[in-house]
């Protein structure tokens, strides 16, 4: 991908939250131009990075040197690459390093990475002296349009995913495209398919515009790619402005998630990224939504076509009906007997429903959803 700062024109989104507004700036080669304005949100004088170790070799320089030449001291503070980093035994060596470093109240956290820095630098800026100020620069897909915009920051307990977290809004969210060039394409088509359900569930436009551009957005073609970023991004944020705390909107959200969830609970998160779940979660949810006649034909047609250019899977794995029921029964978005599952109305609408998990996997149901790729190739081939 290009990364000459001269060819990203940059283009801005703002999240609309009265006095914790903010920001997004989207870019092709502009890390080394962030200084400037992360200095004009946090009023900082002192910043310390955190990233993992091979994003700091990469873009760390970079970034440092232009918070300097912004007249900032800069520290950095790096965690372990992997999930498993995303602990409160992290964040309590986050704290020491800010002591350690001097940070007070008015030194800015940077979280230089993905959605499992963002969400532990975040963490720990939420917290550290109750809260300081805290900028993300997502350095993965699904963190520049998901995990970096709307606030939620977390770790993991040893009990479950971001059990113990905060609502804590970033002064300013920095998106550098160019740093996709170096991200896995497994990585990339995973972050595309919360892109991809960002459209289905709100965006009948972009979900078109998707299904003109995702390969070109993919191999990182910034004239597609820039702007399909400004339209999630628009789209997050403005489901954010109209559902700060989840209540109500952001529920949307979670379409593809109660299932995707489950297959990654029934594959104990390995050998499957989080989108790739999803994929399988939205595929299963749009069928599901034409057979309770609620999504006209074609709707699950044309998602699955479209995760299947993004090479996402969309087949649930063929585990035992039953052992999907009893995942599906401690999803946290669980209320009374029923799940709030998210169906299609068709592609850019999107609703939930109270389902008991007999109702979202019905007997049968398996038969079809796990019907393995093999289905899926011959009838994204046949077409
Ligand atoms: N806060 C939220 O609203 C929210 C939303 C969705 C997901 N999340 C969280 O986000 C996390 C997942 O985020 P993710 O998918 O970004 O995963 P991640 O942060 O683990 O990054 C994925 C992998 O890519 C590597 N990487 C990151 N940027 C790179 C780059 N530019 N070049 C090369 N390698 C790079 C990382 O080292 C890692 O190995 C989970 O912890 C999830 O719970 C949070
Ligand atoms: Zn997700």
């Given at each position: 991908m290009r990364g000459d700062?001269?060819?990203?024109?940059?283009?801005?989104?703002?999240?609309?939250?009265?006095?914790?507004?903010?920001?997004?700036?989207?870019?092709?080669?502009?890390?080394?131009?962030?200084?400037?304005?992360?200095?004009?949100?946090?009023?900082?004088?002192?910043?310390v990075i955190v990233s993992e170790p091979t994003i700091a070799r990469r873009y760390g320089a970079t970034l440092e040197r232009s918070l300097r030449s912004a007249g900032l001291t800069v520290g950095r503070a790096l965690v372990p690459s992997g999930e498993k980093s995303k602990s409160l035994r992290e964040a309590g060596k986050l704290y020491e390093a800010l002591i350690?470093?001097?940070a007070d109240?008015?030194?800015?956290?940077?979280?230089?990475?993905?959605?499992?820095?963002?969400?532990?630098?975040?963490?720990?800026?939420a917290t550290y002296l109750r809260g300081v100020?805290?900028?993300?620069?997502?350095?993965?897909?699904?963190?520049?349009?998901?995990?970096?915009?709307?606030?939620?920051?977390?770790?993991?307990?040893?009990?479950?995913?971001?059990?113990?977290?905060?609502?804590?809004?970033?002064?300013?969210?920095?998106?550098?495209?160019?740093?996709?060039?170096?991200?896995?394409?497994?990585?990339?088509?995973?972050g595309m398919a919360e892109i991809v359900k960002a459209g289905a569930i709100l965006d009948a436009g972009f979900f078109a515009c998707l299904e003109r551009d995702v390969e070109r957005a993919l191999a990182l073609d910034p004239d597609a790619l820039v702007p399909i970023l400004?339209?999630?991004?628009?789209?997050?944020?403005?489901?954010?402005?109209?559902?700060?705390?989840?209540?109500?909107?952001?529920?949307?959200l979670n379409f593809g998630h109660t299932l995707g969830h489950a297959v990654e609970t029934l594959k104990r998160y390995r050998g499957i990224l989080h989108g790739e779940a999803v994929a399988m979660?939205?595929?299963?949810?749009?069928?599901?939504?034409?057979?309770?006649g609620l999504a006209p034909?074609?709707?699950?047609?044309?998602?699955?076509?479209?995760?299947?250019?993004?090479?996402?899977?969309?087949?649930?794995?063929?585990?035992p009906r039953n052992a999907y029921l009893a995942?599906?029964?401690?999803?946290?978005?669980?209320?009374?007997?029923?799940?709030?599952?998210?169906?299609?109305?068709?592609?850019?609408?999107?609703?939930?429903?109270?389902?008991?998990?007999?109702?979202?996997?019905?007997?049968?149901?398996?038969?079809?959803?796990a019907r393995g790729t093999s289905r899926s190739r011959r009838s994204r081939d046949g077409r």
């Open positions: 700062a001269s060819l990203g024109e940059a283009r801005s989104v703002e999240v609309a939250l009265g006095e914790r507004s903010y920001p997004i700036r989207i870019g092709v080669g502009t890390l080394a131009r962030a200084g400037p304005e992360l200095a004009l949100r946090t009023g900082a004088k002192r910043a350690g470093f001097g109240r008015s030194t800015a956290v940077v979280a230089l990475g993905g959605g499992k820095v963002g969400d532990l630098a975040g963490f720990v800026a100020p805290f900028v993300q620069v997502p350095t993965t897909l699904l963190a520049m349009v998901d995990s970096s915009v709307g606030g939620k920051v977390a770790v993991n307990l040893p009990q479950g995913k971001n059990l113990a977290g905060a609502f804590h809004q970033p002064r300013l969210v920095w998106i550098d495209a160019a740093t996709l060039s170096s991200l896995d394409p497994r990585e990339r088509a995973a400004e339209r999630a991004c628009a789209i997050k944020a403005e489901v954010v402005e109209q559902d700060e705390r989840e209540m109500g909107l952001r529920m949307l979660g939205m595929a299963y949810a749009a069928r599901r939504s034409e057979e309770l034909a074609q709707t699950a047609t044309r998602l699955v076509e479209l995760l299947g250019r993004c090479r996402l899977p969309t087949h649930l794995p063929p585990f995942a599906l029964r401690v999803d946290k978005k669980r209320r009374d007997a029923h799940v709030r599952f998210v169906v299609l109305r068709g592609l850019g609408r999107a609703e939930t429903m109270p389902l008991t998990p007999e109702e979202i996997l019905p007997v049968g149901a398996m038969a079809t959803a």
